[in-house]
């Protein structure tokens, strides 16, 4: 790609983040940092694109216009999807960009609906059975599971805490996009279900706001996994081959798999402890469980490659579910 065609790309994550009216400092951050991944000295102008998104108010077609191959409007699309959905299935006014934004790049009006479908579809799965809101007085936990002393098989938690880290990893070694959309909502499922082994009621936004706290930006996720998937595959057999391709996507997983293991170790460690760790002690702990968990990973290697080979793409939000 050159620096126009990754601007292009760049301008359509920030217009998808700010579809809803949203300007999340963590979005901006995660779209420089993709940009420096993706490595055009152009792209870096993040303050350029703010501007020209926030007060230019650029044309839909002029900014895909550098977008020629089919591969890459399709990346661009779904990496669109992604960021819509980061924070819970996609609003109103982020489907309603989205629907233009693939007539723009005149993409299959089935097509694109199913992709966009799909990743609604994992979203939902994640709060699946969840309120969207709970009253004040819920905040304590239920009865027989004060503190995590009654009632909580660790041992299960465990196994779905490395369980969830494995297939994580696994969808971030699939080729397809949409894989990548599926790893957010199962962290979310993995906070939820942690949380309500300990006896906590959790709604909609317990473990977005949980996640966010440990540092983790959700949008940054997304658009990180996508960055590494498009250098791994679009770019890949342009710059080194196929080896190093594998190896540079094989890296990416093993990041995910430590991630998602993090986060469930600090959400155990949370709630059993009754929520009294304050956000600089869960960063601290995340810090160093996702140090512990990166050395973990090659350990795993075998069975996360086993478990990419078993996963359905077009199954992921019954995935989600599982957790």
Known sequence: MDTQQIRSIMTVA????????????REREAIRRLADTLGAEGAADMPGLYRDVLLAKPKLEAVVAPLASAELRQYAYEMAIAVANSDGAQGPAEAGFLRQLAATLGLPEAGAAVSASAASAMAEAAVADLPRDLPATSAPPLSGAVLGQANIDEATLDRTILNASI????????PETIASMAIIPLQM?????????YGYPMDRSHAKDFIATLGVGLTSQYLEQFGRKLLGGLLGGVAGGLGRSLGRQAASSGLTFATT?????????YFAGGRTLDAAALKQTFTALLGEARGMAPGY??????AARTIDTRSLASLVRQV
């Open 167 to 174: 297939t994580n990893a696994a969808l971030e070694l699939l």
């Open 189 to 197: 499922r993995l906070v939820y279900r942690i949380g309500q082994a």
């Open 261 to 269: 293991y993090a986060i469930g170790r600090v959400a155990q460690r």
């Open 301 to 306: 290697q075998a069975q996360i490659e086993q």
């Open 14 to 25: 920030l217009m998808t983040a700010f579809a809803d009216g949203a300007k999340d400092e």
